[in-house]
């Protein structure tokens, strides 16, 4: 687990997200490792706010969605 991960704040459990700057742009990528054994990457995106530090909603809701198809994925399901 790198150090500078944090919990996903919002709905959603286990899911963690790392944050990057570079050259006064921010950037994000979000992931869940503790599926079977896989990393699976949520989404990954730069931050482009123009209020506020919260993720955008619409972000969340993509993250979430991916979310389900990684759990169902790592039951062997398919998507």
Request: positive net charge; charged residues 30%; hydrophobic residues 35%.
């Amino acid at each position: 687990m790198p150090a500078s991960a944090k919990p996903l704040k919002g709905n959603v459990r286990g899911v963690y997200e790392l944050k990057e700057s570079h050259e006064g742009n921010a950037y994000r990528a979000v992931y869940i490792a503790k599926l079977k054994n896989k990393i699976y990457v949520l989404h990954c995106f730069q931050k482009k706010s123009k209020s506020g530090i919260a993720t955008p909603q619409k972000e969340l809701d993509l993250i979430e969605k991916r979310l389900m198809r990684a759990i169902e994925d790592s039951k062997g399901a398919k998507i």
